[in-house]
């Protein structure tokens, strides 16, 4: 009661916002749209068998690894997982040297390729890269460790494109697996 003497109004609390999808998710228009794209599997030779997924793993500082990591000898190359505009060449302390591509179909998919020995002769950034083309190649740059050679390959989900290094992490490994 109200001190006028009125019922106390009842109020239903607002639920709660739901979750967030997990990062790694890749149902609905994500999963679509993506497999519409028919990733290759960005290291030339490695066959979907030989991949594991590493998504999940720990990394230091409390990070996730957000990513698939492919193992391949140094200069094996690497290749476009699918059409895009190459957006960023970039030297960074932990993916060493790497490159941001944007999906062709509609600039909403980033994918980063790290680690990387070096680029293909003549990329550049704002060049597209067609499924398949070689882009660079294998190496152990970065925090990768000496020796270590892989591709980090990472996908994005990306709102605004002018932001390609942020959004919602998609796992590779799921799309890659049943890649040809």
Same mark, same amino acid.
């Not at 492919?70 to 690497?78: D, F, K, L």
């Not at 890269?129 to 083309?133: I, L, P, T, V």
């Given at each position: 009661m109200t001190p006028t003497g009125t019922p106390t109004p009842q109020t239903t609390p607002t639920p709660a916002a739901s979750a967030s999808p997990p990062s790694q998710a890749t149902t609905g228009d994500a999963a679509s749209a993506l497999a519409s794209m028919r990733l290759l599997i960005p290291v030339e030779g490695v066959k979907p068998s030989e991949l594991r997924d590493t998504f999940d793993a720990a990394r230091s500082e409390g990070r996730v690894h957000d990513a698939i990591d492919?193992? /391949?000898? #140094? &200069?094996?190359?690497?290749v476009a997982a699918a059409d895009g505009r190459v957006v960023k060449l970039?030297?960074?302390a932990k993916g060493g040297t790497t490159?941001?591509?944007l999906a062709a179909a509609d600039e909403h998919f980033a994918f980063y390729y790290a680690?990387?020995?070096?680029?293909?002769?003549g990329?550049?950034?704002g060049h597209v /890269?067609? #499924? &398949?083309?070689t882009i660079a190649y294998v190496g152990d740059t970065g925090n990768?460790?000496?020796?270590?050679t892989h591709l980090h390959f990472q996908i994005y989900r990306v709102t605004d494109p002018r932001h390609f290094w942020t959004g919602e992490n998609i796992n590779p490994y799921p799309l890659l697996r049943n890649a040809q």
């Open positions: 492919i193992a /391949a000898p #140094r &200069g094996t190359p690497v970039f030297q960074s490159i941001y591509q680690h990387l020995d070096h680029y293909a002769e990329l550049t950034e /890269a067609r #499924r &398949g083309e990768a460790g000496p020796g270590n």
